[in-house]
């Protein structure tokens, strides 16, 4: 992977005496590995930027990733530091030596390290997948309930359909022009040839690596387009078909809660539900902390805490409103 230099990125970023601390108990040459952990932050920030830069193509995108950059150094730098904090707590027998060696407080340092490590590599993890989620909006999961769903939703399946009927005419022009295909290479009918027939698929509206590939004989599968892209196009467009049905159904929710006509808030003892069409969250208010078994309840079902609102809360779909139907006892709850 090319190397860029990441902005705010440094050795000095990692202090060596943290470093030299974090592998004396279980290095000879902890100078040495010090001088490693230092390299290895930066190489791993550098490889970070370097990935996210080369997907960053067009100026907006490149803001973006200026913007949230900062965020994403900082938590890994704090992670890493953490991680080196911990690490220097290790032992290893062949340096302190075996006599009276705390075996149950290391193996706990050890559990200790382990998990400030992972800690530290699925930072980056989940940290890169959040840059590249909103560089590219384009590309995330459509929700029902969000602003612009339908038309979102509709742009697919229009794609998705389209995709099909390609895929269909394809396979029909194959079948017109090949006579049979097999290792040894594609035969053609009486007045056919490959570049003929890659031709004939552009004009059907085929991209020409589209047209080339479907030609290439796969044992197993033969040529053209495989069934099973065709089955799994189509499931996805009546998956798609589903969603727009229930966008439609959430949009004309959200006219009946707005023109009150449809209620919203729901009590039950200790508190209330409200449908919040407007955030397209289910929200549930509390007259009072709820007790440690109750909050890991709400935990283990999907609600999460939100500071803003001073409720707990999911999304606004019809699963969250029988989950709240169930919990609280607010039958009265319609579905979307």
Not at 84 to 90: A, E, K, T
Not at 122 to 128: V, Y
Not at 237 to 257: D, K, N, Y
């Amino acid at each position: 992977m090319e190397n860029t230099n990441a902005p705010g990125v440094s050795l000095d970023m990692i202090p060596y005496d943290l470093a030299y601390r974090a592998h004396t108990g279980t290095s000879f040459s902890p100078e040495k590995r010090a001088v490693s952990a230092q390299n290895g932050f930066v190489q791993d920030m550098n490889q970070c930027y370097a990935e996210l830069s080369k997907a960053a193509k067009t100026t907006e995108k490149k803001q973006t990733l200026d913007a949230l950059w900062p965020e994403f150094l900082r938590r890994r730098h704090k992670e890493y530091m953490l991680w080196l904090g911990r690490m220097s707590n290790v032992l290893s027998p062949m340096i302190t030596g075996p006599s009276n060696f705390p075996v149950n407080r290391n193996r706990k340092s050890n559990e200790s390290e382990h998990r400030a490590s992972v800690s530290y590599t699925e930072g980056i993890d989940k940290g890169m997948a959040y840059i590249r989620k909103h560089m590219h909006p384009e590309l995330a999961d459509i929700r029902i309930g969000d602003e612009g769903s339908l038309m979102k939703l509709r742009k697919k399946l229009e794609t998705l359909e389209r995709n099909q009927e390609l895929m269909k005419e394809i396979n029909a022009i194959i079948r017109k022009t090949v006579q049979s295909a097999s290792d040894d290479g594609v035969v053609y009918k009486k007045g056919w040839t490959e570049a003929l027939v890659v031709d004939a698929m552009m004009g059907a509206g085929a991209k020409e690596k589209l047209a080339i590939e479907s030609l290439k004989y796969a044992r197993g599968y033969g040529i053209g387009i495989p069934r099973f892209s065709l089955t799994n196009n189509n499931a996805n467009i009546r998956r798609v078909r589903e969603q727009i049905e229930m966008q439609e159904r959430h949009e004309a929710a959200a006219a009946l809660a707005q023109a009150a006509e449809r209620k919203t808030e729901f009590e039950f003892e200790g508190g209330r539900v409200e449908l919040n069409f407007e955030e397209n969250r289910i929200q549930v208010f509390h007259d009072s902390k709820p007790n440690r078994e109750a909050i890991e309840a709400l935990k283990k079902t999907g609600w999460r805490w939100s500071p803003r609102f001073g409720a707990w809360q999911r999304q606004l779909t019809n699963n969250a409103i029988g989950t709240a139907r169930q919990m609280f006892g607010v039958h009265d709850i319609q579905y979307i």
